[in-house]
């Protein structure tokens, strides 16, 4: 396995049994996360083969019986202890009961209605674990689950490990802490890509002749070669085996979509500052175009078409940083190695901002035409849903420019790139027809164009049965394409 120039793993051959803990012990940067990352098919190594249960890693039938935990607790810090739960549960398939079960397994009950934003690191810590228990998996991956915990929820975690294993799952566990090997039926110890030794804590001391395992880690590392290697064909083993067609497959499913359409939403719940942000904006600025203006009669001209115009540009801003937020929290990585198709996640964040849009657009459309009297010939019904129209297609972009931004400020010169360009030759500022040619045809690939050229119909009175359908259709093919390069873009795994 390579990155850069560098090799990252190198050589590694391993095997894990059944009813069994493994510790991955090693310093920092040794190649432990690339290892398991690797295991659970979210980094696809450049050489060799790894197999689990039977299936190639990463296999979308793997998903659902392969537990991962990240070094962070990759949880939602804006949910309770029991909406995560119950959110993973669902993306699981997992039974309703499981949540109290696994609450109990790792002592939240107390916690269950607390938000996450509020629990100590231990707790955290707790409630990611549990969340990859909620399936049972038989394979658990767990990335230094004990960092920075006290020694106290230290034992209580490894007692909680030993018991999985007890059940039949096997367990791999990285750590760079020496002191924990004694918890483990058997260790790998790594170091700069590659496993050096591999036995039981007694095996390893007795090669070596050190009583302290640091000790016997220096002593491998002096060596110069691997002490012993691991007598495995490079899989993780479980006699037990499940046929493959019982397990799941990565295909779209509405009831996952609607999960995390029901999840965020709960979000914007939590958040009511961002929900009264989104609300206002819209009308601050109608507000402020009108008191611009010299005269009422050139706000009237514009005035319907910026119904639109601002829930497109603020509907946009507000979901460019919404996967942009799960990557950087860790959330997105557990929820690629879940059995989650890449659709579902990105429709889900569709139905509930599309829900908040709307009610964006209603707010907007009310005081625009109660307060700041906008004049138009149809209705503020059909003003109200040709702008939410415009607010889908500026959510679906938002989320296309999540996907590949890598970072918060990435994402604001996406939106100069992508809104601000439609906002200048949509119509708004300047006739198209008085555009230089090249312009006026850019103008036309655009969708924000065929939106300002609905609500003005609609305003004017110049209206087209038509032309409506030509930019209805645009809209909804725009938002739609938008939507499908988002979930085409998204990886799911990465060399």
């Known amino acids: 396995m390579r990155r850069g120039d560098s090799d990252i793993l190198s050589g590694v051959d391993l095997q894990l049994d059944e009813g ?3 510790g991955l012990l090693g310093p920092s940067g040794c190649g432990k996360t690339t290892l398991m990352r690797c295991i659970v098919g979210l980094q696809r190594p450049s050489g060799g083969e790894i197999s689990v249960l039977g299936l190639a890693a990463g296999d979308p039938r793997l998903r659902s019986r392969v537990g991962y935990v990240t070094q962070a607790p990759a949880v939602y810090d804006d949910l309770t202890v029991r909406q995560n739960l119950r959110y993973f549960a669902g993306v699981l398939g997992a039974r309703g009961a499981r949540v109290d079960e696994v609450a109990r397994t790792v002592e939240l009950v107390a916690r269950l209605d607390r938000r996450v934003a509020v629990l100590s690191g231990g707790e955290r810590a707790r409630l990611s674990l549990a969340s990859a228990l909620l399936s049972e998996p038989a394979v658990l991956v767990l990335d230094e689950p004990t960092a920075g915990l006290d020694p106290l929820l230290r034992e209580a975690l490894w007692g909680t490990f030993r018991s999985l294993a007890d059940r039949g799952a096997a367990l791999l566990v990285s750590s760079h802490v020496m002191e924990e090997a004694d918890y483990c039926d058997r260790l790998l110890l790594m170091r700069e890509g590659r496993i050096l030794a591999a036995g039981s ?4 001391r007795g090669r070596t002749g050190e009583d302290d395992m640091t000790r016997a880690f220096i002593q491998v590392i002096s060596a110069g070669r691997p002490l012993a290697s691991s007598q495995s064909d490079g899989h993780v083993r479980r006699r037990a085996m499940h046929p493959a067609g019982t397990l799941r497959s990565e295909l779209p499913s509405t009831r996952r979509t609607l999960m995390t359409a029901g999840r965020v939403f709960a979000q914007l719940r939590h958040d009511p500052l961002t929900l009264a942000l989104v609300a206002a904006i819209p009308i ?10 010299p005269g009422p009669a050139t706000f009237q001209r514009i005035a319907v078409p910026m119904l639109g115009i601002f829930p497109f540009m ?10 942009l937020r799960e990557r950087t929290s860790g959330t997105l990585e557990r929820l690629m190695a879940m059995p989650l198709a890449r659709v579902d996640l990105v429709l889900g964040y569709l139905g509930a901002f599309a829900a908040a849009s709307v009610v964006q657009v209603a707010v907007a459309t009310a005081f625009g035409f109660a307060v700041l009297d906008i004049d138009s010939s149809a209705s503020p019904a059909w003003v109200g849903l040709a702008a939410v129209g415009a607010a889908l297609v500026g959510t679906g972009l938002g989320l296309f420019a999540s996907v590949i931004a890598r970072t918060e400020f990435q994402a ?6 992508i809104v601000l360009p439609q906002v200048i030759l949509c ?8 555009m230089a040619r090249a312009l006026e045809i850019v103008s036309a690939l655009l969708p924000l164009t065929y939106a300002f050229d609905m609500l003005d119909r609609l305003g004017d009175g110049r209206i087209d049965g038509t032309a409506l359908w030509v930019d209805t259709l645009v809209l909804a093919g725009s938002c739609a394409l938008a939507t499908l390069a988002a979930s085409a873009t998204l990886r799911r795994s990465s060399r």
Do not use: C, D, H, N
Not at 284 to 293: G, I, K, P, Q, T
């Open 412 to 417: 604001v010169l996406w939106m100069a790139l």
């Open 20 to 22: 069994t803990v493994t």
């Open 314 to 323: 603020s509907m946009f801003i507000v979901t460019s940083v919404t996967l």
């Open 201 to 204: 804590p007694t095996e390893l």
């Open 284 to 293: 601050l600025l109608l507000a402020l175009m009108r008191w611009v203006f």
């Open 427 to 434: 119509g708004l500022l300047v006739p198209r027809s008085e």
